[in-house]
């Protein structure tokens, strides 16, 4: 229940992110406001989840409708840090998860709202990982094979994989049809995964990633009536397919490797 409170509170934190970054304003200031009325909101009107049902999803100033991505992300997040608390525990692991995982909800969301992944947190986020996994690595002493963090040279070779498939797949595609297909931010975001998560998941997230992304662009074009110049963002795909292998991943590779 705790973690639940705790991801929520980020999930609202994440929200003024995902908002702001687009636009290049401050995250800390100024404080939160109507998008709309630019009415401050209180901190009484500013707790994650309840806020949103008690006010009916609108501005208590304006009566403008938030957006419903508000209380879909402090919902997300409070849910992911319970799924990471009852997977790892309390602990380096349960942190790393969080931020990483953090990371890729705001991406996320920011590819569905403006259709770009923000290097402001891909190219810090592909170090951090490779941090995290040093200090797990060096300091912690946690072992080559562990699920949740990578060996420092599992998490290079991973950044290297991710940075270096996608960019021979774009390279190759527009060689020959002379469009620019995958954008350079999903290659820093899988180059980022790669970081997190190591190399085996490099793979793994793509195959997740194109499958989710062929069903989900197949049930639009048939609800939209779109033809198949429908282009989707894929960062989301990326996001779920990672944020799948951190609770399935091991699981995954076991099935592959049946030894
Ligand atoms: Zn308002």
Known sequence: MLAFVFGAIVGSFLNVCIARIPNDESIVHPPSHCPKCKAAIPFYCNIP???????????????????????????????????LYYRFGFGFEFIVGFVFVAALVVISFIDLDVRIVPDVISLPGIVLGLGFSIVGYFTLGLPAENAA??????????????????????????KFTGVEGMGGGDI??????GAFQGWPSVPVTLFIASILGSVIGLICMAVTGAGRRLALPFAPFLCSGAILFIFFGEKILQFYSPD
């Open 49 to 83: 989840l309840l806020s949103y049902v008690f006010l009916r999803g609108r501005c208590r100033a304006c009566s403008e409708s938030i957006s419903p991505r508000y209380f879909l992300v402090e919902l997300l997040m409070g849910l992911f840090a319970l799924a």
């Open 149 to 174: 963090i990578p060996s420092p040279l599992s998490s290079l070779i991973g950044i290297l994989a991710g940075g270096g498939f996608l960019l021979a797949t774009a390279w190759i595609y527009e």
């Open 188 to 193: 820093k975001l899988l180059a980022m995964i």
